[in-house]
């Protein structure tokens, strides 16, 4: 019997439009259950499989990105290609020395991932562990975010979900709120940040955090805090682990979605939580001194 696992990150995969020294720009793909994806499929051996499920077009940059991601070494089995949607763009530019977004995304194929429940089913049933984010859920409709629901509540596989708040992304705070509580109260592990939670709900202090969604059901809680400690709850134990120190900075992007995939693939590996803490948090503080999300 084959021992091969699957790891399946459910979200959207973007192309990016980066600024280079020169004047021109560079295109890249990039996402943050892309990322993840990424960096899970570098921390997982050979005998795991690490798959994206999203929704794209047929047109040049979707073909590009599809090559990209099995070049990467990321499934492309799970992606249904449309003739009439394209993949969402973002452009970075800069104000007052901090990066800024403009996106183009209200059309992008993702939006249509959930649209047939069938194709969710068999995916997810198939899948040994299974990750998303509050971005996935929030390019949905209502409709098909409770078709994603109805789905991941069928499987045994664990369900591993970051928060990640956009509230640009949420038509109110108050859905946001009830999405990622719905999400919550389905998943094994959550990796909330402190930053998000606080501005969504109120929470004064990361183990605030931390009771909310043990209260949901969720069994292993890891809330990210920048550079302050990160609070773990695996169980009834929670701990503290204090951020080791990075270079000069360069750029924060993706460091998150690095802190997640590592984590996540150590977790999975069987790592106690202190080794997947140690994992992750030394890859984000590489992350945070390069350019760029993906660090090859």
């Not at 109805?150 to 499987?155: R, T, V």
């Not at 120190?245 to 460091?255: H, L, N």
Request: hydrophobic share 45%.
């Amino acid at each position: 019997m084959s021992n091969q696992r699957l790891f399946i990150s459910i979200g959207e995969c973007m192309v990016e439009m980066a600024p280079q020294d020169d004047g021109a720009f560079r295109m890249g793909f990039a996402g943050d259950t892309l990322n993840t994806a990424w960096y899970a499929r570098r921390g997982l051996p050979d005998n795991w499989d690490v798959s994206f499920f999203t929704d794209l077009g047929q047109d040049s940059a979707s073909k590009d990105m599809m090559r990209f991601l099995n070049e990467a070494g990321i499934g492309t089995s799970f992606i249904r290609c449309h003739s009439d949607r394209r993949p969402g763009l973002y452009l970075i530019g800069e104000k007052d020395g901090d990066r800024v977004f403009t996106y183009w995304r209200d059309s992008s194929a993702a939006r249509r991932l959930a649209d047939d429940g069938a194709r969710l089913s068999a995916a997810l049933g198939r899948a040994d562990a299974v990750f998303l984010s509050g971005i996935t859920l929030a390019i949905l409709s209502s409709t098909a975010r409770s078709r994603l629901f109805s789905a991941l509540s069928k499987i045994r596989a664990p369900i591993l979900f970051d928060p990640n708040v956009r509230p640009v992304l949420w038509e109110n705070p108050a859905t946001c709120r009830d999405a990622v509580m719905q999400a919550a109260a389905l998943s094994h592990t959550v990796l909330p940040s402190f930053d998000d939670d606080a501005a969504l709900f109120g929470d004064a202090t990361p183990k605030v955090t931390v009771d909310r969604y043990r209260k949901s059901g969720a069994t292993e809680i890891v809330v990210k805090n920048g550079t302050g400690n990160t609070l773990v709850a695996h169980g009834k134990d929670v701990f503290s682990f204090a951020v080791p120190a990075a270079g000069r900075v360069v750029d924060t992007t993706g460091a998150g979605d690095a802190f997640n995939g590592c984590y996540i693939a150590a977790r999975l590996c069987g790592r106690s939580v202190l080794q997947a803490i140690e994992d992750a948090q030394a890859t984000a503080a590489k992350v945070v001194c390069h350019q760029g999300a993906l660090m090859h």
